[in-house]
């Protein structure tokens, strides 16, 4: 499964070459195939994130200090925005602790492209009814 397949194809983000998003996409929060934020190693221009069907406000820059998802619940924090119901994309596997965090803020699927999360981690995740899906890009 690649993750753009669970991306409305409208969205210019899903036209982007693979080296593109291994090279620059960290995490997605993503709702009805939407994305609400995108993580991203190097934030563009206003014009360059509405080139992949984003607002400039939905890019948060990657930063080595905080993990992928971390900036993401940050962010939506910020907002005052609740992640019930969405779905989160990372290019690593958070780990167990964030992993739980999402399923405490209604996160119901965690798509991942690299790391491995243990058969015990996968099977407590499911039982707080979060799916965990491994995805290629």
Known sequence: ?????????????????SGWWREQVRALLIINKGILLAVLQDVPQADGCTQFGLGHGQCIKFSNELNPVSAIMNAMHKRMAVMNGCD???????????ALAC?????????YAKGDPG???VKALNAYGVEVIHVRI
């Open 119 to 121: 058969d015990k981690e």
């Open 103 to 111: 399923s405490i803020v209604g996160i119901k699927s965690i798509y």
């Open 88 to 98: 989160v994309y990372v290019e690593s596997w958070p780990g167990s602790k964030l």
């Open 1 to 17: 499964m690649d993750i753009r397949d669970f991306l409305n194809p409208e969205l210019g983000i899903r036209d982007m070459p």
